[in-house]
């Protein structure tokens, strides 16, 4: 797991904030992610929330110099499968099971699980897993669990995500074992929708500066 820690910290390191997006056309895909980049925050996790997200992710991939697309909402093999065969750098789950955690260990594309208790976490801890998506974040407790989790379990670095504001966001980003948040806000389904790249990407900058 050593390698797929390196490659989860260049996605996570990358920038404070990791956009979570949920994309239904990817013609608006690709001037959303390019106004991503341009703001600041080249990790892009497109979930696979609509039936034409691997779609996005696949133009995403193929005509956004710098970005690095991830895939959100992983849950079986299948998914994991065509995420990878669509372009997706990195695959993030909301949580973690036995079969989801075998379907990683067949690919080179690294996982980002989930886990929302200390029992979850440690789980993950003894398959290899010292990268992590804390969900859903505030409503599993949010800054105070992530404090309470440090200390007992040092070598695990979240992702928080799930009801994280740009408000929010920085006491997050202030917890030593928290390398990034991810949040919604950045470029909401209206944003989208109404082409206004202008607007994420100034919201991107705003997040960028977060850190």
């Known amino acids: ?13 990358a920038a404070p904030v990791i956009p979570v997006l949920v994309v239904d056309d990817p013609a608006r895909a690709v001037p959303m992610a390019k106004a991503l980049v341009a703001g600041g925050l080249p990790a892009i996790e497109i979930t696979l929330r609509t039936p034409r997200a691997l779609d996005a992710i696949r133009a995403v991939a193929a005509e956004v110099e710098g970005a690095m697309v991830g895939a959100g909402t992983v849950l079986d093999d299948a998914q994991y499968k065509a995420a990878v065969d669509a372009g997706a750098t990195f695959i993030v789950s909301p949580g973690a099971t036995e079969r989801l955690i075998a379907a990683a260990a067949s690919h080179e594309v690294p996982l980002l699980p989930g886990a929302a208790t200390a029992s979850e976490v440690m789980r993950l801890l003894e398959a290899g897993y010292e990268r992590l998506k804390l ?73 960028a500066a977060l850190g």
């Open 1 to 13: 797991m050593t390698q797929n820690v390196a490659r989860l910290d260049e996605v996570m390191l």
């Open 135 to 207: 969900f859903p974040a505030e409503a599993a407790g949010g800054v105070a669990l992530l404090k309470s989790l440090a200390s007992p379990l040092p070598s695990a670095r979240f992702c928080p995500t799930g009801g994280i504001s740009e408000k929010t966001a920085p006491s997050y980003l202030a917890l030593p074992n928290v390398a990034c948040v991810g949040g919604s806000w950045i470029a909401g389904a209206d944003a989208i929708a109404s082409g206004d790249w202008e607007g994420i990407e100034a919201r991107a900058r705003a997040a």
